[in-house]
Structures are given as structure tokens and as C-alpha cells.
């Protein structure tokens, strides 16, 4: 065997160990990208959201997704069918949401949109955030505490 054809399958065999050793890392690569938050069963009077990534679209810096609901306690007549009025409120890309969720009828899912803040232009370093917040409330009337403040960096 001549020198050069050792060369090329000691380069044929790198290539393929690198190729491998590649799909190998990533085979189990949703697994390091997805968040999975567990929670201990409270007792009491709840409501347990979840929130699914629907669509990103990094043209317009919006994040979809798909928001489900079950219910806990007094509060329901079953899983997903709420005993009392229920109300919830978002902070959807067009604003504060409420929506009204009529006690003996289902919560369906609901899609919302929120803003992702970001840059597009860093790829493949480009890194985004989005703030998701919900309340729900079974009285008429609630009160939002103000966002505490930034500080100020000299």
C-alpha cells in the first residue's frame, strides 16, 4: 500500500468518525433545548396553565403559542370546566387581554402572540427573550402591581 492511500483512508476514517460522533451528540438534542418545569400538587384552589411554542418568527420578533388550562379544587366542575366565572389576563403583543371564561362552559385552548426581544442579525449567536404573564381571577376586580424599575447603569 503507497503512502498517499494510507493517507486518504486515515482521512476517510476521521471524516466518518467526526460525522458520527456528530450525529451522536445530536441525537438527543430537544432534550438539552426544551425547559420541563415540574411541580409538587398543591392542594387547594388552582389553575394549572401550560404553555406550548407554537411559532417563532424572527421577522417580526413574534412568539406563538398555544395556552391550556386545568382546574383544581372548588374552582372545577371537571378538569376543564370551570364552576365559578373565571377571568384571565395576559400580556398579548397587542396589549393587556382579558378573556372571560363563563363557569359550566370548557376553557379551550387559546392562542396568544407575545413579543420576543432580540437580535436576528448575531446568527448564529442570536439569543431571545419573551415574558409570558398570566393572572386568573374569579373576582371582578384586580389590581396589577407596577413593573419595578431598571436600574439606571452609569
Given amino acids: 500500500m503507497t503512502r498517499s492511500r494510507r493517507v486518504q483512508i486515515g482521512l476517510t476514517i476521521l471524516v466518518v468518525a467526526f460525522y458520527l460522533a456528530v450525529l451522536y451528540r445530536n441525537l438527543n438534542e430537544s432534550e438539552r433545548r426544551s425547559l420541563l418545569l415540574s411541580e409538587t400538587p398543591i392542594a387547594g ?33 371537571d378538569p376543564v370546566t370551570p364552576s365559578v366565572d373565571l377571568k384571565l389576563f395576559l400580556n398579548d403583543i397587542r396589549g393587556s387581554q382579558e378573556i372571560d371564561f363563563p363557569h359550566g362552559r ?27 404573564r398570566t393572572i386568573v381571577t374569579n373576582g371582578t376586580r384586580v389590581v396589577l402591581s407596577p413593573l419595578p424599575k431598571d436600574k439606571e447603569t452609569r
Fill in 45 to 77: 384552589d388552582y389553575v394549572s396553565i401550560s404553555i406550548r411554542v407554537a411559532d417563532v418568527n424572527l421577522g417580526t420578533s413574534e412568539l406563538t403559542a398555544r395556552i391550556s388550562f386545568r382546574l383544581e379544587g372548588s374552582l372545577a366542575r
Fill in 106 to 132: 370548557r376553557m379551550n385552548t387559546i392562542q396568544a402572540t407575545f413579543s420576543l426581544d432580540g437580535n436576528v442579525n448575531k446568527y448564529p449567536f442570536d439569543t431571545y427573550n419573551t415574558s409570558i
